[in-house]
């Protein structure tokens, strides 16, 4: 599996940003897709998933993410969506997609990030 992550940028505090991981190279049905962020001295976080097969329900969220950030996935375009409300400088980071089958917990297949950065 090949992801590519994109719509990072820079945006004001309060404001939305939504980024894109466009997945190439196997059938996704039996994955589940993740976005992670790391902030400069801060471990890498999940913050959210979703498994690509199954229908409404199948997405989990942070506590640090419920209510503000929202995941989800456009089949047709092989792309899951990240999309972030109400930013905060805290939320400034590396973001990630990754993939992983569904039946483990490692995540073996990753993407470079794009940069989230948000001003006060």
């Known amino acids: 599996v090949q992801l590519q992550a994109s719509g990072g940028g820079l945006v004001q505090a309060g404001g939305s940003l939504t980024l894109s991981c466009a997945a190439s190279?196997?059938?996704?049905?039996?994955?589940?897709i993740g976005w992670f962020r790391q902030a400069p001295g801060k471990e890498r976080e999940l913050l959210a998933s979703v498994y690509w097969g199954a229908g409404a329900g199948t997405e989990h969220y942070a506590d640090s993410a419920k209510g503000r950030f929202t995941i989800s996935r456009q089949r047709a375009k092989n792309t899951v969506y990240l999309q972030m409300n109400s930013l905060k400088p805290e939320d400034t980071a590396l973001y990630y997609c990754a993939a992983k089958w569904c039946t483990t917990s490692n995540w073996n297949y990753w993407g470079p990030g794009t940069l989230v950065t948000v001003s006060s």
């Open positions: 190279g196997r059938a996704l049905s039996n994955y589940v």
